[in-house]
């Protein structure tokens, strides 16, 4: 579709703008269950099939065969005892995951920090990095509805969800986009680059949110040939007027990947490619959810739900387009 509009003189490329959104998952909240509960309940159901197997062989056994049917409660405990443990092996699968992903980070920011004193013969500002945890996190949940789904924070607080992500381009157009159960954006600014459909032209510039910054999302879409223009830090509301008489206070020029990113968001240039960031790419979001009426999918699992949100960004796109061949 994106090729035929590009035919037609009406899906351009350069910038592309890059977000994303939580969506709820086809899921109950109440069929979640945390880490730290799972562990809890895994004893007290041991626990209760030692009692059982114990009172199976009791003298009472014919006694207490009156109130209990001891086979079904065994085999309804050790049903739950084995989903528990399922459960478990997921978690603790997602945190030795999430660990390998934010040890490289880690110590991706502890080299950076050595370097820096090295070259300055000072301690690197700010506070030093927290080493992250390979265990699983007591709050990690799973959900028994749909597994792959993920609790994220909302702006309804915190739902069963899966996350989309899109890349448009300066006409409002997707031309690139994925679901997956990620709450964190930092790790998807890659792949939504890569999701962004061959064919339609040259990419110049990535503007994203500081969700996605890290130095190495900056110096790996620089080596694809396309100029980062990503926040570092979110910025105060209505501070124009102490921006402009004061100047907007960007470090001086140091090797630092953090300090080249903020001088180039205090240029004129930089400025005014990012300030187009929010009319861009959220009123896709808006109009997907408000005009659409997509807030919640129907299908279950990354696979499904991912193939569900290019067919919402495909009927977002033909509604575009329509547009645009009407102006």
């Known amino acids: 579709m994106l090729l035929i509009g590009k035919e037609l003189g009406l899906v351009k490329m350069g910038r592309i703008h890059i977000d994303g959104t939580k969506v709820q998952a086809n899921a109950s909240p109440h069929k979640a269950i945390s880490y730290d509960y799972m562990q809890?309940?895994?004893?007290?159901?041991?626990?209760?099939?030692?009692?059982?197997?114990?009172?199976?062989?009791?003298?009472?056994?014919?006694?207490?065969?009156?109130?209990l049917d001891i086979p079904q409660e065994l085999s309804q405990r050790k049903d739950r005892l084995d989903r528990i443990r399922q459960a478990k092996e997921v978690v603790e699968a997602r945190a030795a995951e999430r660990y390998k992903k934010e040890k490289e980070e880690y110590d991706q920011k502890m080299a950076s920090r050595k370097e820096q004193q090295q070259k300055t013969g000072k301690k690197p500002k700010g506070k030093k990095p927290k080493e992250p945890c390979p265990e699983p996190c007591p709050t990690d949940q799973y959900n028994f509805s749909d597994p792959e789904s993920r609790i994220m924070k909302t702006s309804n607080g915190f739902n069963q969800c899966y996350n989309g992500q899109v890349a448009v381009n300066e006409d409002m157009l997707i031309v690139g986009c994925y679901s997956n159960a990620h709450g964190n954006d930092k790790q998807e600014l890659l792949p939504t680059i890569g999701s962004v459909i061959g064919g339609l032209g040259d990419i110049t510039h990535a503007v994203a949110d500081t969700g996605y910054y890290s130095e190495n999302n900056v110096l790996r879409t620089m080596e694809m040939g396309i100029d980062p223009v990503i926040a570092v830090k979110r910025d105060k509301h209505n501070t124009f007027l102490e921006n402009h008489l004061n100047g907007n206070n960007a470090p001086k020029e140091t090797g630092n990947i953090k300090d080249k990113m903020l001088q180039k968001l205090a240029t004129k240039e930089g400025a005014a490619i990012y300030k187009l960031r929010k009319q861009i790419v959220e009123p896709v979001f808006g109009i997907i959810k408000e005009v659409l009426g997509f807030r919640r999918f129907l299908l279950r699992g990354e696979k499904q739900t991912n193939a569900e949100w290019g067919l919402v960004c495909l009927g977002y796109n033909l509604k575009r387009l329509f547009s645009l061949s009407m102006s």
């Not at 809890?40 to 109130?67: F, G, V």
């Open 40 to 67: 809890k309940l895994e004893k007290q159901l041991e626990a209760e099939i030692e009692r059982l197997m114990e009172l199976a062989t009791s003298q009472d056994e014919k006694e207490a065969a009156q109130e």
